[in-house]
């Protein structure tokens, strides 16, 4: 339970581009504390008797101490590996906001040509504004945009910029944030300032709209096809466990038709 509340504290009074730069240092050592084989990141291979609680309210058995995956990412990692050609084709890729886990993996690829982007992260290596992404049109295979809709002020504008720059065929996964029960309609409002206000309206004081169950017509709305991808209804019950994967999540997997 310290580890919780300690975790818990961390998130929601240290903006998180630090936290980004020297939590793996504090996790790697906390992890000899985590010795065991009941759970394995398949993003890393590592194994612990448990991951270690995650978020502002606190998931138990959520970051991989190793790697620091989270349940979604994990669960996309397995969704690359199973159902997609991400590990041998040839591919340009975007990775906006920029996951901890993925990038030194991503960029030791040979098939891959990788590039990460974002606005304030010190894990990037391009400053950029989702809503105006500085690059030419056609230019990626694949982009990775992962619980960042939430925060911007127009998504519909940032998830069309996507668009743009994705080839025809391209695809980009596009993960966000759900709050159960989960709501029939998106509810948004990115003037309101008060951090109080933001966390009872959408469930975190840095988010700007709530996503509800019409979140693919939202993606739809800005040129792109959608399928839903329930990979985790497929496995099977020892994986969900032992790679701690999270319960009922979609993959939304956007495509340049």
Not at 17 to 40: A, D, E, P, R, W
Request: glycine fraction near 4%.
């Amino acid at each position: 339970m310290a580890v919780k509340r300690i975790i818990s504290f961390l998130l929601k009074h240290i903006p998180r581009k630090y936290l980004q730069v020297v939590s793996h240092y504090f996790l790697k050592i906390l992890s000899i504390f985590y010795y065991g084989n009941k759970v394995t990141c398949p993003v890393c291979n590592a194994s612990f008797s448990k991951f270690l609680p995650y978020g502002r309210v606190g998931r138990s058995n959520a970051l991989c101490p190793n790697c620091l995956s989270l349940e979604r990412h994990r669960l996309i990692w397995l969704y690359l590996q199973r159902k997609t050609d991400f590990f041998s084709a040839n591919l340009k890729m975007l990775h906006i906001a920029p996951e901890h886990c993925f990038i030194s993996r991503f960029e030791t690829l040979p098939n891959l040509d990788y590039i990460t982007g974002d606005i304030e992260s010190p894990l990037a290596k391009v400053k950029m504004d989702i809503h105006n992404i500085p690059f030419d049109d056609d230019t990626f295979n694949v982009i990775f945009c992962n619980h960042v809709l939430e925060h911007v002020s127009d998504d519909i504008r940032a998830m069309s910029e996507i668009r743009r720059v994705l080839k025809p065929g391209g695809w980009a996964i596009l993960q966000i944030p759900i709050f159960h029960p989960w709501i029939d309609k998106t509810i948004e409002d990115p003037s309101l300032s008060d951090p109080k206000k933001r966390e009872e309206l959408f469930g975190q004081d840095d988010h700007v709209r709530k996503y509800g169950k019409d979140y693919p017509e939202r993606i739809k709305k800005a040129g792109l096809q959608v399928n839903e991808e329930k990979l985790i209804y497929e496995l099977e019950e020892f994986e969900l466990k032992r790679y701690a994967l999270p319960k009922d999540e979609i993959i939304y997997r956007a495509e340049k038709t």
